[in-house]
T-cell receptor
């Protein structure tokens, strides 16, 4: 059975801290891994990863994929209160099919 | 990326009634997906909607409860039928706009 596991489930940090969120997966015919940020209702797209070892970066956020060990990490440096959200990891296993989501990591950044 | 809108944004409904949620995309897309997110849970796929064919439902979801229409390549509706409090959730439509999938703003439903 396909599954995506995220850890930790929740995390509380202070502004300025660096955090690492984890995502491991077991999916047949892996195509890509995606990270989303969910603040209210709609998940907003952050990154899509398809190749091992190639870091994707956007401002203070970065992510990398290890297809051999079947996991990905999402790093957030110099966290801000606006980073408080649920971060969702999802995996696609072939074109045109829906995503398989993990349970998410709830990040709370205090000032 | 595709721009997706949903209506209504939120609603409060009485048990036993039905609600139809609309999803509109600003470009033509082959596949649209409907997800449900129950309180404190992650996203669960309800069904995949292709234009011109019947929707494909995931295990645990049936057409009588969640009928879906897909009349063209930019629009879809999901109806939540004969609602109960357990249907209180956020309902999200999503489209694949290569290379990623994008989500609409969601419909927050509360059933009393």
């Amino acid at each position: 059975e396909d599954k995506v596991v995220q850890s930790p489930l929740s995390l509380v940090v202070h502004e300025g801290d660096t955090v690492t969120l984890n995502c491991s997966y077991e999916v047949t015919n892996f195509r890509s891994l995606l990270w989303y940020k969910q603040e209210k209702k709609a998940p907003t797209f952050l990154f899509m990863l398809t190749s091992s070892g190639i870091e994707k970066k956007s401002g203070r956020l970065s992510s990398i994929l290890d297809k051999k060990e079947l996991f990905s990490i999402l790093n957030i440096t110099a966290t801000q209160t606006g980073d408080s959200a649920v971060y969702l990891c999802a995996v696609a296993h072939q074109a045109g099919t829906a995503l398989i989501f993990g349970k998410g990591t709830t990040l709370s950044v205090s000032s | 990326s595709a721009v997706i809108s949903q209506k209504p944004s939120r609603d409060i409904c009485q048990r036993g009634t039905s609600l139809t949620i609309q999803c509109q995309v600003d470009s033509q897309v082959t596949m649209m997906f409907w997800y449900r997110q129950q309180p404190g849970q992650s996203l669960t796929l309800i069904a995949t909607a292709n234009q011109g064919s019947e929707a494909t439902y995931e295990s645990g979801f049936v057409i009588d409860k969640f009928p879906i229409s897909r009349p063209n390549l930019t629009f879809s509706t999901l109806t939540v039928s004969n609602m109960s409090p357990e249907d209180s959730s956020i309902y999200l439509c999503s489209v694949e706009d290569r290379p990623a999938q994008y989500f609409g703003p969601g419909t927050r439903l509360l059933v009393l």
